[in-house]
């Protein structure tokens, strides 16, 4: 293409948003064959909610598990764990602190207690309200759920329930400073030889097939012994070993949207005779639920951020011509492989400096239009 159109078309692009930021980045879009999309953020809305939360652990109530994770997440930046740690602040629970914090890219993250945490129910009438039997968690899928015979009761009643039930309040497990814990996926788990119970694999699998996200939260007990006190204030409590084989705590599902336009835009590929791939770190039913959701042909999951790349060069070696979509850290090489690397606007610093070309809007469609503005562009010099 001439310089003339080349300036012509970055100008069209960039009042729509599009900052094209080479004239190679318009002039290769036009021979794209293959999109590579991301899940979280790029197809989806990124804006994550916990959905569910359940407790797997009588000495453990769900309260404190969800103070705890939000504790971890709180120094991680990955969306997910803003949807934790903003979860835990609405229902006001206090965070507590933690060292030692390790955060593992595409699988989870874990730290230590930095002070006793005594991990206990609340009531409503003491202040903070944290009830998180949600109603879809039931007694099948959760085993055994914690401060109640039957999980499937909604917050109303469980809340009601407590205010009448003192006894509930006095129940309290502390654990002592350096206590360790994980949250991540059931890969990072297993690494971390935590047994999951029983039921547990089947909530994880039942939320997934919905579409969320689930995390698992435990306690490391397997490489030292956890001793925990056990009673109604400091003073009376009694000093006890984690009497569980496993120091699994509970699950938190993790839901969050498809963009609307996002389908437009996979319709539109599919339209023009593009492959349309997904590209997720995330577990392969949540990755599957979205798919058919959307009608994607080809979905890769549970893909580690090294090897987002890796698929992306396979499939220029394989002679295709590959734009990647993406919006985290974990896209950037991707990104940078990719033929024409394009980033979500809302998306990380990182992901904007590796890519070719950046989306303002964060609207897939605007993927589509540089392409169309590619070939328009091309089309116009001959
Ligand atoms: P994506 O490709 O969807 O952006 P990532 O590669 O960032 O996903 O993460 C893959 C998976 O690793 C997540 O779905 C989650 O299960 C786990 N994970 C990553 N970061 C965290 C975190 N901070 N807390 C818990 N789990 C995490
Ligand atoms: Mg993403």
């Known amino acids: 293409a001439t310089p003339v159109a080349?300036?012509?078309?970055?100008?069209?692009?960039?009042?729509?948003?599009?900052?094209?930021?080479?004239?190679?980045?318009?002039?290769?879009?036009?021979?794209?064959?293959?999109?590579?999309?991301?899940?979280?953020?790029?197809?989806?809305s990124g804006k994550l909610k916990v959905e569910e939360a359940g407790g797997y652990q009588s000495d453990f109530p769900v309260d404190a598990m969800m103070q705890i994770a939000a504790a971890l997440e709180k120094k991680s930046e990955h969306p997910l764990a803003e949807a934790v740690v903003e979860y835990a602040e609405s229902f006001r629970l206090t965070i507590p602190e933690i060292t030692d914090f390790q955060?593992?890219?595409?699988?989870?993250?874990?730290?230590?207690?930095?002070?006793?945490?005594?991990?206990?129910?609340?009531?409503?009438?003491?202040?903070?309200?944290?009830?998180?039997?949600?109603?879809?968690?039931?007694?099948?899928?959760?085993?055994?759920?914690?401060?109640?015979?039957?999980?499937?009761?909604?917050?109303?009643?469980?809340?009601?329930?407590?205010?009448?039930?003192?006894?509930?309040?006095?129940?309290?497990?502390?654990?002592?400073?350096?206590?360790?814990?994980?949250?991540g996926n059931l890969a990072f788990l297993q690494e971390k030889n935590i047994i999951l119970p029983e039921g547990a694999l089947d909530a994880l699998n039942r939320m997934a097939d919905e579409g969320m996200t689930p995390l698992l939260v435990a306690m490391d007990v397997n490489f030292q012994e956890v001793n925990f006190r056990e009673g109604g204030s400091q003073e009376a409590c009694i000093?006890?070993?984690?009497?569980?084989?496993?120091?699994?705590?509970?699950?938190?599902?993790?839901?969050?949207?498809?963009?609307?336009?996002?389908?437009?835009?996979?319709?539109?590929?599919?339209?023009?005779?593009?492959?349309?791939?997904?590209?997720?770190?995330?577990?392969?039913?949540?990755?599957?639920?979205?798919?058919?959701?959307?009608?994607?042909?080809?979905?890769?999951?549970?893909?580690?951020?090294?090897?987002k790349e890796e698929k992306v060069s396979e499939l220029k070696r394989q002679g295709h011509k590959v734009a990647m979509i993406g919006d985290g850290i974990n896209d950037a090489p991707a990104l940078a492989a990719a033929d024409v690397g394009m980033a979500i606007g809302a998306g990380t610093d990182v992901a904007m400096e590796s890519a070719d070309i950046i989306l303002m809007k964060n609207d897939l469609r605007d993927a589509v239009t540089a392409m169309k503005l590619s070939r328009a562009v091309i089309r116009n010099i001959k």
């Open 6 to 44: 080349i300036m012509v078309g970055t100008g069209v692009g960039a009042s729509n948003g599009i900052l094209i930021k080479t004239g190679e980045a318009l002039q290769q879009a036009k021979e794209i064959d293959t999109v590579v999309l991301d899940k979280t953020g790029t197809i989806t």
């Open 103 to 183: 955060a593992t890219f595409g699988r989870g993250v874990e730290g230590a207690l930095a002070q006793d945490f005594a991990a206990q129910e609340f009531l409503k009438k003491d202040g903070p309200t944290a009830v998180f039997y949600a109603g879809k968690f039931d007694e099948k899928n959760t085993g055994n759920s914690v401060g109640t015979e039957n999980g499937t009761k909604d917050a109303a009643t469980m809340t009601k329930e407590s205010s009448e039930s003192a006894e509930l309040s006095q129940r309290k497990t502390i654990l002592p400073a350096g206590t360790k814990f994980y949250v």
């Open 239 to 307: 000093q006890k070993t984690w009497p569980k084989e496993t120091g699994f705590l509970g699950i938190i599902g993790v839901a969050d949207t498809v963009k609307a336009t996002s389908y437009e835009a996979i319709q539109a590929w599919e339209k023009m005779g593009v492959k349309v791939i997904m590209l997720t770190g995330d577990n392969r039913r949540t990755a599957e639920a979205v798919r058919e959701k959307l009608g994607i042909s080809e979905v890769v999951a549970e893909v580690l951020p090294q090897d």
